[in-house]
């Protein structure tokens, strides 16, 4: 249990753009930033302020151009994902530096972006219960499960989810031990008031009124899946 | 269980300092900006960027001078709750805020913040599992839960409790039925990956290693606890 790889100097590069949901990020954060000999770099594509999709708003502390290699790269999801999906400098950038990292990773629907960037096609991966199926459409193995890891690739699924996903990353860098050690630090303990968590356990009604909130953002998402998945075929696969 | 309160234009005030733990206010943040009707502020003494713990960096939306009255005021903790102890402006302000709130309430150890202004004396409170045993020096009736309730007081244990803290809110506020839409939303359905969240179910060297790595925290908030707490016997009780 107590197996500590003494790796030294890690840096984590977490992907900042404007309308992600910001406890996607936020959460892994508070795990990351307690891990011994990490650096933990906010990047994103300029120093402008980056406001969250509900107007919590942040600093960037580098630049895309200027970003050293990450040994993990972690991309955060939220509504700002859609207008990502046909950024192509943005996605260049993903895929250069995805190419370059020892792990990479995703919370909720970042793992879209990692698709579009060409990054998960033949992986089995994870995304919010809420998108699960439009994944799927671009090349991935998509599994319901909260934090998936294959090979290099660690994906988790939606939002809150990005708390055990940071604590299984740490496990795989330094070891159980001081996952276990970040863990009762933050105490996290979890004591949900409802098992309304998964649309599995939610109340039928819960799910539903969810489902039709969410509706014109899943239609958007769908369409432009469709197009950018028609242009795949001709380049990137 | 779909009791929805109809409660309109709630207004919920998040009190940001130097220092503090971010995931103590983004947890409940991600949850309160998705409750109906509801607005969200996030105040500090000035609109300068507020630095976390670690270095993640927010921007305030408004000022103690300008801030409105709260139907709920929340306050974070963090390292940072250590200098707020002895900032008698700081405190009035708490203070005279709670006073009007209909709702006072803390996540990890904002509840020191809330007894040194004179507000948890004579009700059950909770904090981090750390600083229990300090909490109970300033004449709050300490108890060791995720989540306390008493009559308007809602105090969380540790960092992540936050979650859990909001959730309950959103409850109280709306009724279970808006709670759990926001629970399936942020699919918090958590699944750890250690049973290390508590000092009670985390291995023994686990504790031992976190006990002593926070010991000068502990030292430098006990010493501040003793001496505020003189000063209350001959001022606020």
């Known amino acids: ?76 999801g939220g509504p700002g994902v859609n207008l990502k999906l046909e950024d192509s400098q943005f996605l260049h950038f993903v895929r250069t530096r995805g190419e370059k990292a020892r792990y990479v990773t995703s919370v909720c629907t970042g793992s879209f972006i990692l698709a579009a960037a060409g990054l998960l096609q033949g992986y089995r991966a994870t995304t919010h219960w809420r998108s699960l199926d439009l994944l799927q459409e671009l090349g991935v193995q998509v599994v319901s499960e909260r934090v998936v890891i294959d090979r290099n690739r660690i994906t988790g699924g ?25 863990q009762l630090a933050i105490e996290y303990n979890p004591q949900p008031p409802f098992q309304s968590g ?11 009124r969810v489902e039709a909130s969410t509706q014109n953002m899943y239609n958007t998402r769908r369409q432009i899946i469709q197009k950018i998945k028609s242009e795949f075929k001709t380049t990137v696969f």
């Open 1 to 76: 249990m107590t197996t500590n790889k003494n790796i030294s100097n890690i840096s984590i590069g977490i992907i900042l753009f404007p309308n992600l949901t910001q406890l996607d990020f936020t959460g892994p954060y508070e795990v990351f930033s307690k891990l011994p000999n990490t650096q933990v770099y906010l990047l994103s594509e300029t120093l402008d302020p980056i406001r969250s999709e509900r107007g919590l708003t942040f600093l960037p502390d580098t630049t895309f151009a200027k970003a050293p290699d990450f040994d993990v790269l972690v991309v955060p």
């Open 158 to 182: 939606g939002v809150t989810s990005g708390i055990d996903f940071a604590l299984a990353i740490a496990a795989e860098l330094f070891g159980d031990a001081i996952a276990q050690e970040v």
């Open 198 to 208: 998964s649309p599995q356990t939610a109340p039928p009604d819960v799910v539903t």
